[in-house]
């Protein structure tokens, strides 16, 4: 808790244009840091398989539900302390925890032990998100959020850039151990960053609300999630999304090894360019897009996603059933620019389709399904896929199960259509006082 005088001093600095701008960064740099700590074992992928002897099953369990069941479950209690305690305070030790557990990564001996460290990296992620989407949504109105939150959402990009680029050239020379131990230590540094130099801002501020009710229950929050038609569409819209993205992000590294004979180090450059830089680039228009066409009507939050997804989809099958290297990766630069669009709108309808003192649990509870279906179940399952593959296409079974996965990707942006009808509606109930 705080006092009246901090109390004061946090609601002056937080509404300084440019301490908000600053805080986002920051926050940024910890989303950033969490997807690079999460994403390093898709590059990994391939050396600790080869090292510790496992399937592809295996591998798909450790980079999938070792890390997702407990990010995604655990992320739900610890958001409800977030709407009721200091946010600042709980991403602090989120990001201690994860960094110091990644670390640990590097001194596991055998399959076991790896995956006990990797649910120690779930366990410690689950606390970040959630109070950072809040703390956004409280320190951006509406009119600005979608480009906030795609400015925030670009920290899977550059984390997706730095574990490819640089755990590519690290894990060929410094081997799998210690590119752990690299990517961990960092986010110390970062711990203390946010716990030193951020503020916890006034709930509801950038919605001016005068008055603001108590946290409700989590059973509260989900039925009023559920109730909400926007948002139930959204939110299994951006699960099926995840499921499909987790699952692509996380065995193409693998994927180039195989089917186009790349090094470790020509993988990270490749995928660092491709979801780094070009993905990027999407995932931020994806949220200004949303904010600019959203001014004139919300129903664009959620018809640009649903676009974006649906029109990837004949892009991403050309891209698997081509066989040589150059012209599949020109044909890949469309998939990688719209495979991040779902983020910064999803996150974006969310905060906005409930009411404040609900933000971080709603966002947990998005994030709990999108994590449980998408990072837990769609790596998991393309590994099962590519092992039951490979009696009759060997070598290239992972070619076509990630390209079976690539059609999921209609059915979620069936659901973004589905949310547009009742958004405007469902947006006004959020904003109404009851």
Known sequence: MTDSTDTTSTQRISTAPWYRWYALGVLVLVFTSSHVDRQIMGILLQPIKNDLGASDTQMGFLIGLTFALFYATLGMPIAMLADRSNRRNIITIAITVWSAMTVACGYAQNFLQLSLMRIGVGIGEAGSSPPSHSMISDMFELKQRGTAMGIYALGVNLGLLIAYLGGGWMSEHWGWRMTFVAVGLPGLLLALLVRFTLKEPIRGQSDEQTTMAKAPPFWDVARYMWRTPATRHVVFGSSLAGF?????????????????????????????????????????????LADVLGRRDERWFAWVVAIGKAGLVPFLVWFFLTAEFLPAMFIYLVPAFFGGFYLAPTFAMVQSLVKPEMRSVAAAICLFLLNIIGLGLGPQAVGILSDVFSAEYGQESLRYSLMLFSLVNLWSAFHYFMAAKTLSADISQARSVT
């Open 244 to 288: 499909v993205g987790y699952g692509m992000v996380l065995w193409l590294p693998a994927f180039f090894v195989r089917s186009h004979g790349l090094s470790q180090t020509e993988v990270g450059f490749t995928l660092a360019l491709m979801s780094g830089v070009v993905g990027g680039i999407g995932t931020f228009s994806a949220g200004k």
